[in-house]
Every structure is written in structure tokens, then in C-alpha cells.
């Protein structure tokens, strides 16, 4: 079988590929009119995010048995189309579930004790005790919108922190003995943390907005490691001002484009960004929450099994 790798991982995956028979070629330069002019004779395609893989390039892609995606999500390929054409798509959720974990729980952390503004303080010369006092996650409730890999691990990482954990899901039954799952609406109106953890589809599509937001029952900190696109900004940066979210990590932003590139080569900021930008309450990082030396392996290696466990013998 010949497999194209469209972006560079972990050499693991290649080496092991190699091991077991595969012809690998790659191609980490090419736009997406090049890879489709070349992709015909192709079974298989390793990609991140760089190409979207689109029902045209599916029908170009004669030969195609399966798509791996070195990543948790397979928001960049057209799944139903994949699926009508026979291709097997994998993606490694297993792979940096332990390292969103870890990052969604440090930016809680960071913010309940403002680590951030008492850092920042502390090296400009200023010694602000009482105003960094900061507020335990014992005894609180947590609620994870999301309760697949990532939001397990998360749960799982609460453990010992003495809090009550409660998850939402649209699949039944996916509750287990580090959180219980209850109805949105049980959800909203116990809620002191919300982490969400959940893909982008039609249905989380801007999914939190004012509306959302103001039906909970309480004041909330607000973590986000899944999708920008299911946050409203602006709505978020108003809920900051009027204190119904009390602070905010946010991992993603709704300004990212699906291949990561960076926000800030236009000239202009959107404003709610900007205005995002300037709360004290607020934690950014540029979606690597499951981005680790560790993950970078992992999900290599994922996405190496799962290619040998259905293909091995082809």
C-alpha cells in the first residue's frame, strides 16, 4: 500500500509504517491543486490540518482506502463522503487526551488563585496580597459539556481536588466514577466551572453565546481546549464585563483558521479579541493543550496501530 503524509510527525510513524511493508512518500509543501493532480494512485493519506480533505479530493483519490488524521478531530476532512466512498477514517483522540487534561486543569488552577495578575504584579515591584486572594476549587461543582476522551481525562485529573464533578453529553451513558452525567438543565443550574470539551459540529457551532451563558444559575470560570468556533466572543467578552463568567482559559479562539496558522498577520484585530485581550481574568494560549513532547508520540503512535490493525495484511 502507498501512503501519502501530508504533514510532518513523529518519525515513529514512519519508521514503523516502513517496518511493516507500506510505501510512504511525503509531501509537506504542496497546496492542495498539486496533491490533487498526484493523489490517485495514493491508499492511504497521513494528515494533520494543513489540507482540507474535501468530496472533490475524494473522488480524485481513486484508489483510497483510509485517511489517518495525526490529531483528535476530523473537522478538515468531509466524513460523509469518505464514509459513502468506502475510505476508513481514523483520527487518535487517545493520543493528547492526558495532555488536554493537564492544560485544562493548570488554567483552572491558574485561574482561581490569579496566578497570572499576581505574576505580572510580583515582577513589576508590586506586592498585592489581599488582591490575589484566591478561591479553592474544593467543594465546587465542575460540569464538562463533552464527555469523550477529553473531557474523561480531564474528570479523571479532578480526582482528589474533594470538588463534584457532573458531565453533559449527547450520547447516554457515558457517565462513569469520576463524573456523573445529569441534563443540561441540572448542568446549568449547578455549575461553578464549565470545561468544555467537545468537537465542532452544526450542533456546537457557536453553541456558547449570551443566551447560553446567562441561563446558568450561577457566576462561572470558563475553560475551553476544544473549538473556538463554539464560543461567541463578544458574547463571552460581555459576560466577563458584567461578571457572569468570573474568568476565563481559553485554549482556542473563533478567529483560528483550521490549519493553526497565526491570528495576528492581518493589521487589524477584531475588537472583541482585542477587548479580550486586556482582562486580567482571562488566560490564552495558542491551542496547545494537546500539544506535548509526550502527545507528539502518542498519537503518533495511535494512528500507527490503528493503520496496522485493519490494514497489516493488505
Not at 488536554?100 to 496580597?129: D, F, I, K, P, Y
Request: hydrophobic share 40%; with cysteine.
Amino acid at each position: 500500500m502507498k501512503i501519502l503524509h501530508l504533514d510532518n510527525n513523529h518519525p515513529l510513524l514512519l519508521e514503523q509504517l516502513n517496518a511493516a511493508g507500506f510505501k510512504n512518500d511525503q509531501d509537506f509543501t504542496s497546496n492542495y491543486d498539486q496533491v490533487l493532480a498526484k493523489i490517485a494512485p495514493y491508499h492511504g493519506i497521513v494528515v494533520r490540518s494543513r489540507i482540507t480533505i474535501d468530496e472533490a479530493f475524494l473522488k480524485a483519490a481513486k484508489n483510497l482506502k483510509f485517511i489517518a488524521r495525526v490529531g483528535a478531530g476530523l473537522e478538515s476532512i468531509d466524513t460523509k463522503a469518505a464514509t459513502e466512498l468506502g475510505v476508513a477514517l481514523f483520527s487518535a483522540p487517545e493520543g493528547n487526551r492526558s495532555a488536554v487534561g493537564e492544560h485544562a486543569l493548570g488554567m483552572l488552577l491558574a485561574l482561581t488563585n490569579n496566578l497570572l495578575s499576581a505574576n505580572t504584579q510580583v515582577r513589576t515591584g508590586n506586592w498585592n496580597r489581599e488582591q490575589n486572594r484566591g478561591s479553592e476549587i474544593e467543594g465546587k461543582t465542575i460540569a464538562i459539556i463533552g464527555y469523550g476522551h477529553m473531557g474523561k481525562a480531564f474528570a479523571k485529573r479532578l480526582q482528589g481536588f474533594d470538588c463534584k464533578v457532573i458531565c453533559y453529553d449527547i450520547k447516554e451513558n457515558v457517565g462513569d466514577k469520576n463524573a456523573t452525567q445529569v441534563s443540561l438543565e441540572t448542568l446549568k443550574k449547578e455549575a461553578q466551572v464549565l470545561s468544555l470539551h467537545t468537537p465542532w459540529t452544526p450542533l456546537t457551532d457557536k453553541m456558547i453565546d449570551a443566551r447560553f451563558i446567562n441561563s446558568f444559575s450561577e457566576p462561572f470560570y470558563f475553560i475551553n481546549t476544544a473549538r473556538g468556533k463554539s464560543v461567541v466572543t463578544s458574547d463571552l467578552v460581555a459576560a466577563l464585563k458584567s461578571g457572569k463568567v468570573l474568568g476565563a482559559g481559553l485554549d482556542v479562539l473563533e478567529y483560528e483558521k483550521s490549519s493553526f496558522e497565526t491570528l495576528f498577520k492581518k493589521d487589524k484585530i477584531p475588537l472583541a479579541l482585542s477587548q479580550l485581550m486586556s482582562f486580567n481574568n482571562v488566560i490564552l494560549s495558542p491551542h496547545i493543550a494537546g500539544w506535548t513532547i509526550e502527545s507528539r508520540r502518542k498519537l503518533a503512535q495511535t494512528i500507527v496501530d490503528k493503520i496496522l490493525s485493519k490494514f497489516s495484511d493488505i
